[in-house]
C-alpha cells in the first residue's frame, strides 16, 4: 500500500461535459473535431446520485475518443439546468477549456468554420518569439453548441509532446491539456502539486496583443502553470489573469447538471488515504462519501467528486483495493 506521501494523481482519464442535449454534441464533436464514437449508456440509482450530488438523477453518458483521449458527454435527462452565463468571458473562474490538437492549423480552423461555432479569438494567433515557453505556438479559442470553451492548438517542432509529432496523417490528434481560470495560482499550485503531487511541467507569461486576441480581452495577460500527472498524459494549465484581473467566481448553487460543469476525471493510487488527506486540508466535496460500484459498466471500483479551490470539479477514480497498483 502506498505511503501517506506517495498518494497521488496517476494520470488522467477523461473530462466530462455535461450538456443540453446528448445527441447534438455528439454530431459536433463527431464531426467538427473528428472524435470517435465509443459508447453510449443511461445510468441512476442512489451510487450515481450520491456521486454527482444531484438527488433522483437519470444520467445518459456518451464516451467519445480523439487518439489517446477520453471525454464524456454527460445528460441530465430528468433535472432542470441552468446554462452557461452568455456573457462568459476567459477570465472568469469557471472557465475551462480543452486543448484539441491538431497537425496542421489552418486545415482544422477551416474544417471548423464549416460548422456553426462561437469564436472567442479573432483567428488562429501565433505566440510570438518574446514569449520563449510558447514562441511558435499557434491557437485559436471558440465554443462547442453549449458554450463550453474549447482550444485548437498546434505546437511547432521544438514544443508539446512527443505523441504530438508523429502522427500527422490525422488531422486533429488528441487532447493536450484543459485549462482552468483560477483567482491564485499558489493556492491551486497547494491543491494541485502539495495535495494531488501533480508536477510542474511549465511557467509562461503570455501578454500583448496576442493574447488578447486569442482571449478577446483587451489587454490581456494571464500567468499560466502547466501542470502533469505522474504517468504524462492529459495535463492542467493554471490561468492567472493579471489583466483585466480575476473575472466572476463559480456560482455556490451550481450543480453537477448544470451545463458550466466540467469535471477532470482523475486516476489515483489510494482513494481512501486521498480522501483523509483532502478532508484534513479542508478540501470542498460534492459526493456525501465515496462511492464504490459494483456495476462493471463502470470502469473503476471507487470514486469521489471534489472542488478544487476555485470551485473547478474533479472525479477521483481508483480501483476497488490499492493493493498491487
Known amino acids: 500500500m502506498p505511503s501517506q506521501t506517495n498518494v497521488q494523481v496517476q494520470r488522467i482519464r477523461a473530462i466530462g461535459l455535461t450538456v443540453t442535449n446528448a445527441d447534438r454534441s455528439l454530431d459536433f464533436y463527431t464531426q467538427a473535431l473528428l472524435f470517435e464514437f465509443v459508447s453510449d449508456m443511461t445510468v441512476e440509482g442512489q451510487d450515481y446520485s450520491d456521486l454527482e450530488g444531484v438527488a433522483g438523477a437519470k444520467i445518459r453518458i456518451i464516451t467519445l475518443r480523439l487518439g489517446d483521449e477520453l471525454i464524456e458527454l454527460m445528460e441530465y435527462l430528468n433535472i432542470p439546468f441552468k446554462p452557461i452565463p452568455s456573457d462568459s468571458k476567459s477570465n472568469d473562474l469557471w472557465f475551462q477549456h480543452m486543448a484539441i490538437v491538431v497537425s ?38 471558440f465554443k462547442d453548441p453549449d458554450g463550453h470553451d474549447l482550444e485548437l492548438i498546434w505546437f511547432p517542432p521544438d514544443k508539446g509532446q512527443d505523441k504530438w509529432h508523429q502522427n500527422r496523417n490525422r488531422l486533429f490528434l488528441g487532447i493536450d491539456h484543459s485549462a482552468i481560470a483560477v483567482s491564485n495560482t499558489e493556492q491551486s499550485l497547494h491543491f494541485y502539486h502539495d495535495l494531488l503531487g501533480m508536477q510542474i511541467d511549465s511557467r509562461s507569461l503570455n501578454w500583448r496583443e496576442t493574447q488578447a486576441r486569442l482571449d478577446n480581452l483587451p489587454g490581456a495577460e494571464v500567468r499560466i502553470t502547466g501542470l502533469r500527472p505522474i504517468q504524462d498524459g492529459v495535463g492542467i ?89
Open 237 to 325: 494549465e493554471l490561468l492567472d489573469y493579471i489583466v483585466p484581473g480575476k473575472g466572476r467566481s463559480i456560482q455556490s448553487d451550481w450543480k453537477s447538471s448544470d451545463i458550466a460543469h466540467i469535471q477532470i476525471e482523475l486516476v489515483v493510487n489510494d482513494i481512501e488515504q486521498l480522501v483523509d488527506k483532502l478532508r484534513h486540508n479542508r478540501v470542498q466535496f460534492v459526493s456525501s462519501r465515496i462511492v464504490q460500484f459494483s456495476d462493471r459498466s463502470f470502469p473503476y471500483g471507487q470514486s469521489c467528486l471534489i472542488k478544487d479551490p476555485d470551485g473547478h470539479t474533479l472525479l477521483l477514480l481508483a480501483k476497488s483495493s490499492p493493493v498491487g497498483e
Open 104 to 141: 496542421d492549423m489552418d486545415r482544422a480552423y477551416a474544417h471548423l468554420r464549416s460548422f456553426p461555432i462561437e469564436p472567442i479569438s479573432v483567428e488562429p494567433q501565433t505566440i510570438p518569439p518574446s514569449n520563449e515557453a510558447s514562441a511558435g505556438v499557434r491557437a485559436f479559442k
